[in-house]
């Protein structure tokens, strides 16, 4: 079997209404059905000359992403797909003239990954997780997103267990909220979003301040630069720390997990260098004890079936992030698509991935834009958000730190 191309596919996806979404940001009235954001979802399909297509989804900055792909094209065409670990280095030193691996190569490397790994298990008539080793478990735990008690309530009415919340503002007061809602039989976690405006001296008073609450996580406390903060946080408080969503591959990680600064490893499944490194990821992270969690709070829905393959195969795995009412074209986005049950999700049977993207549906949504705009999250205390990105001039410390 050969490769004989690659398609893409990209789409402007509809915003999540932010009461629903772990950002902080202020709900607009119907925002879920709007297109005034930059969400984008990236697909790809692999051609083969047997007529087997293998599909892949790819994140960190979508449309930059797309012309990497077309890009890496040439380096596969005329291979065969089976190959996934040699196609996969033959790519990493392709784009080692450009640099060290960021999310933009990582992402495209993820794809074109994902779908090669879709292609083996459809010519070999077995699901993925089967080639990553078998299933340790036929069902994988998920989380959504919550940052008001109504949103927190009708999330544990549908079975879910766990939540997350957004917290660059007030979120010692958020969480209070929210514990008081669910009581103690739902989990919940916070996500600062690594803001490099937090100081580890900062990150430090606010995590012992979230330690009454009991918090499944706190994920990204600081800036991703800041390695050395890390270690400052977890020896001032005793509440899970999780992170790596912002960085590629077993390199991106490996100080995170090799220094046991985190209690739960985030890569991102979009952007982390495909199942091959999530699967590497996985083990550096349970020699060290470290659970996993992939993130998936802005992606579509072909890198959810792909971390479900993978949460599926190792033993480490925790909980999967997934939102699934953030946009009404996601259902129709994929087919078939994955339904939760007391906040479970099956593992997927079919070969390969098992799923496939509506092509029409898809082409119906044109991208137009791809950066965040920070006035337009409403995050920002009001007369800051021009002065720099993500810098909180003005919190009152009083009320960020209390309840």
Not at 365 to 393: I, K, M, R
Request: some cysteine.
């Amino acid at each position: 079997m050969k490769i004989t191309g690659i398609r893409t596919f990209l789409m402007h996806v509809g915003q999540p209404d932010p009461a629903n979404w772990a950002s902080d940001q202020r709900s607009g009235g119907g925002a879920s059905k709007q297109f005034g954001g930059t969400r984008n979802w990236l697909f790809l399909k692999i051609d083969t000359d047997e007529g087997i297509t293998g599909i892949g989804e790819c994140s960190g900055w979508p449309r930059v992403v797309e012309t990497a792909i077309h890009d890496l094209a040439p380096l596969l065409i005329g291979e065969d797909p089976a190959h996934t670990e040699r196609l996969w280095q033959k790519m990493h030193i392709a784009m080692m003239g450009h640099g060290m691996l960021g999310t933009v190569g990582g992402g495209a490397m993820t794809g074109i990954d994902m779908a090669l790994w879709d292609i083996k298990g459809k010519a070999l008539g077995v699901p993925v997780w089967m080639l990553l080793g078998g299933k340790v478990r036929d069902r994988i735990p998920i989380y959504s997103h919550a940052n008001t008690p109504e949103r927190a309530l009708a999330i544990k009415a549908r079975g879910i267990k766990a939540i997350k919340c957004g917290g660059v503002a007030d979120p010692v007061r958020k969480v209070a909220a929210l514990r008081d809602a669910v009581g103690d039989d739902m989990d919940i976690a916070i996500d600062l979003h690594g803001p490099p405006w937090l100081t580890p001296a900062d990150a430090c008073r606010l995590v012992r301040a979230l330690e009454p609450y009991e918090l499944m996580w706190v994920e990204d406390p600081i800036a991703p630069e800041n390695i050395d903060g890390y270690r400052r946080i977890r020896d001032a408080a005793h509440v899970p720390l999780a992170a790596g969503e912002r960085s590629a591959t077993i390199f991106g990680e490996r100080e995170l997990i090799e220094k046991e600064l985190v209690d739960v490893i985030q890569p991102d499944t979009g952007r982390a260098g495909g199942i091959t490194q999530m699967k590497k990821i996985a083990a550096m992270a349970e020699a060290h004890h470290i659970q996993m969690a992939p993130h998936s709070g802005s992606l579509g829905p072909v890198a959810e079936y792909a971390a479900l393959h993978l949460l599926a195969a190792i033993p480490n795995a925790l909980i999967l992030e997934r939102l699934d009412d953030d946009w009404d074209g996601r259902r129709q986005t994929i087919v078939p698509h994955p339904q939760q049950v007391d906040g479970l999700i099956a593992v997927p049977d079919g070969p390969g991935l098992g799923c496939d993207i509506d092509e029409a549906f898809v082409a119906r949504f044109p991208s137009n834009g791809n950066v965040s705009v920070p006035q337009s999250a409403g995050a920002y205390n009001p007369g800051t958000d021009n002065e720099h990105l993500y810098v909180q001039t003005r919190q009152s410390r009083r009320t960020y730190f209390n309840r």
